[in-house]
């Protein structure tokens, strides 16, 4: 049993820190039933998660299966700081009221795929308010300016002569405090967090616990262009609150290599299971699009319901496969006050878009129909009338110029 649990907590880590230590937490799990403490740290910068943040919840999730109990840390008093971890620029600090409503979402989100009873939610402020400024001095005397430089991005900013606030060498000791507080037993984060991960072992050495937390760190997982890490700023995301349409279309949008990685990372499907769906593409008897519609489904499952990952799935389908229109298509009203409405600005009202700037572009490459015709004029301008927009092959919109 502990081999079957160490293959896949191994599953797709990029590191491992004190490998050790995790098979002797197992151990007493199937041995003497003793249950352990994994932390992960979420800091709510934004509302809506999107798959790249759910590497680590499926991570945790593998855990809980295995005895060990989240701790799920909200960074409530982190937040206001603003993790700088590869950050060229100071990060704008948070409100309180934003920081309420982006926990709020997060939650909600997280327990699609964390099991709530297994899961216990706290929160850095309700210690890092207590810790005072004495606190404060003792926590960073245990580290000096030169090993703080020695982050790759304090480094760069440094020789560029980028502005570093003071508050920002707090931060990856505030998150080691965290560990130091709850008594962490293992840490997970990206690859891009081991300097603050390893604080966590370093200060809870410092502070005289008689354990040091072992670290997991998870690759950071690319987005549907295959290239850079997945982002919402870079448009390749795929968000938890998708609709289940957008969501299963989007899954099957990426490659078939990267299909793998998705699997690898983000399906509870066993290694195994995989590794028999891989074999039979190589070997010809599974087509790549039956497989990858498979893991379009249980992603789409996962965030909204069976029912609608069926749905979604024939829609996809009727649009795709049979180039038909979808039945449920989003209707918009735009009132024209010279008359008409230019094509770019109709497109971002409806939705469509996020800019007339990208509206153009995307007329130029031939990805926008009006009634299913190719658009190649951009400054097109609608005459009252109904129209049937579309961008690209998935988003569609009804729009009545009056």
């Avoid at 809980?64 to 909200?74: A, M, S």
């Avoid at 937040?79 to 060229?88: E, F, L």
């Avoid at 299909?259 to 990372?265: D, H, I, Q, T, V």
Wanted: charged content about 30%; proline content about 3%; overall charge negative.
């Amino acid at each position: 049993m502990i081999d079957e649990a160490l293959k896949e907590i191994h599953r797709g880590c990029a590191e491992i820190i004190d490998n050790e230590r995790v098979e002797k937490l197992l151990k007493a799990y199937y041995d003497e039933g003793k249950t352990y403490r994994v932390k992960a740290g979420f800091d709510p910068t934004a509302p809506d998660l999107h798959l790249g943040h759910t590497v680590l919840l499926q991570k945790l999730a593998t855990f809980q299966k295995y005895g060990g109990r989240v701790q799920f840390l909200i960074g409530s008093f982190t937040a206001m700081i603003g993790d700088p971890t590869g950050k060229n620029v100071t990060r704008k600090i948070l409100t309180q009221e934003e920081i309420v409503k982006n926990i709020e979402s997060y939650t909600s989100q997280a327990f699609k795929i964390l099991d709530k009873e297994k899961t216990d939610i706290v929160y850095n402020n309700e210690w890092l308010d207590e810790l005072g400024a004495a606190g404060m001095l003792q926590l960073a005397s245990n580290l000096t300016v030169a090993r703080m430089l020695e982050r790759d991005d304090f480094s760069k900013r440094y020789a560029a002569n980028t502005p570093i606030a003071v508050s920002e060498f707090m931060y990856p000791l505030l998150q080691g405090y965290d560990s130091v507080h709850l008594e962490s037993d293992i840490e997970i984060g990206g690859t891009d967090q081991k300097f603050n991960l390893l604080m966590g072992r370093q200060l809870q050495k410092a502070y005289g616990l008689k354990k040091q937390q072992a670290v997991l760190m998870m690759p950071i997982l690319e987005g549907l262009d295959g290239v850079q890490k997945m982002s919402k700023s870079l448009g390749n995301y795929i968000g938890v609150s998708d609709e289940p349409n957008d969501m299963f279309g989007k899954v099957l949008s990426i490659s078939d290599d990267l299909m793998w990685r998705y699997y690898e990372l983000l399906s509870t499907k066993s290694l195994d299971a995989i590794a028999a769906l891989k074999q039979g593409v190589e070997e010809g008897t599974l087509h790549p699009k039956k497989v990858k519609e498979e893991l379009a489904l249980e992603i789409t499952e996962r965030f909204h319901s069976r029912e609608a990952a069926e749905q979604a799935k024939n829609e996809f389908e009727k649009v795709h496969t049979k180039s038909q229109i979808p039945t449920d298509i989003e209707e918009f009203s735009i009132d024209a006050e010279d008359g008409s409405v230019w094509i770019a600005k109709a497109l971002v009202d409806c939705k469509l878009e996020p800019s007339t700037s990208q509206a153009r572009r995307d007329i130029k490459q031939g990805g926008v129909k009006i009634n299913q015709e190719k658009v190649s004029d951009m400054q097109l301008q609608l005459t009252p009338g109904e129209y049937l927009l579309q961008v690209g092959k998935r988003k569609f919109a009804k729009v009545k110029v009056k």
